[in-house]
């Protein structure tokens, strides 16, 4: 059972540059959303999804883009890195269905960007 | 959106019991509080969670008064695995609340 499953788990890049952080879970969530982590600080909420074909912004959605093709999957687009995007990526699921679900979080190991 | 106030550090040594309090005054009548625990260069992962009274699992309890205002994590005896940090989170997926927004959190050090 892989839970959520972020790829890569490190990038470098330089300013400017475009890059797809990768995002999927096999536990049939429909919630799903991505976070970022500076050193020292708390999560903040980037973007999140209700379900397939449905987006939404977070606290700090300036210079990401997302989209929810399937249930499976969220990836996370910046279009023109820049250097304050340099930060650990966690992407999280949830069941939104209720029953026996907590509707806790699960979390995938992060990807660590940096931006040159 | 339930905006959630925690200390921001705080030290033990081991075998004591740990209490961190969140402070949520605007809590909604659907939110639950669930609290998470993150170690350096791991993502967070669920403790526990509640929506009145008292909840006890294996690792931790959790206090919630009846005007849900507030809830206390409390960790029985830590050791120095323990050392970490906590963030309390308002809301639920299941109720609608689809802006999680975590907190600050409290850094927990454990030490022997």
């Known amino acids: 059972n892989a839970g959520v499953t972020q790829t890569p788990k490190f990038q470098v890049l330089k300013t400017g540059q475009s890059m797809t952080l990768q995002c999927a879970q096999d536990m049939n969530h429909e919630y799903m959303s991505w976070y970022r982590q500076d050193p020292g600080m708390g999560l903040r909420l980037i973007h999140y999804s209700v379900g397939a074909g449905i987006t939404d912004q977070g606290e700090v959605p300036n210079g990401y883009n997302v989209s929810r093709s399937t249930t499976e999957d969220f990836p996370l687009r910046l279009l023109s890195a820049a250097p304050s995007q340099t930060s650990v990526y966690f992407c999280a699921s949830s069941s939104t269905s209720g029953g026996a679900d907590t509707g806790e979080l699960f979390f995938g190991e992060g990807s660590r960007l940096t931006v040159l | 959106l339930a905006k959630t106030t925690q200390p921001i550090s705080m030290d033990s040594y081991e075998g004591q019991e740990v209490n961190i309090t969140c402070s949520h005054n605007n809590i909604a009548t659907n939110d639950y509080i669930t609290w998470y625990q993150q170690f350096p260069s791991q993502g967070p992962r669920f403790i526990i969670q509640?929506?009145?009274t008292k909840v006890t699992n294996e690792v931790a309890s959790l206090f919630i008064p009846a005007d849900r205002k507030s809830s206390t994590l409390s960790l029985p005896r830590v050791s120095l695995s323990d050392t970490a940090v906590y963030y309390c989170l308002v809301g639920s997926s299941l109720w609608g609340t689809d802006k999680l927004i975590f907190g600050t959190g409290t850094r927990l050090q454990v030490f022997p």
């Open positions: 509640g929506y009145k």
